[in-house]
């Protein structure tokens, strides 16, 4: 960790999605945030990332309980301890993340977006590294005509990048990350027309609030990272620091997927 923070003030996080089973790859994340976290006589919080009530099942959430403790990880504040930056379930923070969304519309940095994906992906191109497609510029309302829209829960909200602009960020592990807006990334979602926050606002918001010092995550989040630095300075947020973990990849050379559990392997993983 950088040294222009004090060591003492770490705090870190665990923050699985309880929609599958674990696998490999979030034991060697998780264990590497622990590992941070002890390292530096910090703190780590533990967090159920749970916004898709649909695919978060209580069978996933106490297997992902019952796994971390079986590869012998704890934590200092919880779901199931509790703690003072709660709740620690996103399914239940949801006041938290309207308040951002309404102060992001009150900046008239995000619009609402009626585009489907399939709309998006007819006019759109791919990101430079060909795993996602940019939404087009050309699909953005008029900054001042989405600055006198009101806030509505039930419609997908986007933040405006500002194409053609650079955001950087310093990885721990990776040295320097450098994002072309326009390229790398474009307009994202920060708010679903389920009326559930998108990940990357929710995640920004929670970070925040909880004070977390550190994120670590796998490398295939790096995007996901260059996001949320977007959100933490349009809120005017100190960013955290971040480490990306190399991931771990299956026999076919792609990256795991949840799927069944296998708990002799978790835990032998360390």
């Known amino acids: 960790m950088s040294e222009d923070k004090p060591r003492d003030s770490y705090r870190g996080r665990l923050a699985p999605t309880p929609s599958g089973f674990l696998h490999e790859g979030h ?7 622990w590992n941070r976290a002890r390292e530096f006589g910090g ?5 159920l990332d749970d916004l898709d009530l649909d695919r978060c099942k209580q069978e996933f959430i106490e297997a992902c309980f019952e796994d971390m403790r079986g590869m012998k990880l704890d934590w200092d504040e919880g ?19 309207l308040e951002a969304l309404t102060r992001l519309l009150q900046l008239g940095l995000i619009y609402p977006c009626k585009r489907s994906r ?29 600055c006198k829209t009101r806030i509505s829960t039930s419609i997908n ?14 990885d721990e592990k990776k040295a320097e990350q450098t994002f072309l807006l326009g ?12 009326g559930v926050a998108a990940y990357e606002l929710a995640t920004v918001v929670d970070d925040h609030y909880m004070n977390i010092t550190e994120i670590v995550r ?5 995007a996901s990272s260059a996001r ?9 947020w100190e960013r955290p620091f971040f480490y990306h973990c190399d991931l771990l990849r299956g026999e076919d050379g792609k990256k795991l997927s949840k799927s069944s559990r296998c708990l002799p392997r978790l835990f032998s993983a360390f």
């Open 27 to 33: 034991v060697r994340t998780f264990r590497t945030a």
């Open 43 to 47: 703190s780590l919080i533990f967090r």
């Open 79 to 97: 779901p199931d301890i509790g703690g003072e930056v709660g709740p620690y379930r996103q399914s239940q923070r949801s006041e938290f993340y």
């Open 118 to 146: 399939t709309e998006i992906r007819s006019f759109s191109m791919l990101s430079r590294s060909g795993e996602e497609f940019l939404f087009p510029k050309e699909f953005r309302p008029k900054k001042e005509d989405f």
């Open 157 to 170: 909200w986007r933040f405006r990048t500002d194409w053609g602009k650079e955001i950087k960020f310093k």
């Open 183 to 194: 390229t790398d990334l474009s307009d994202f979602l920060v708010w679903r027309q389920d």
């Open 218 to 222: 796998g490398e295939d989040l790096l």
């Open 228 to 236: 949320q630095c977007l959100l933490f300075d349009a809120l005017g």
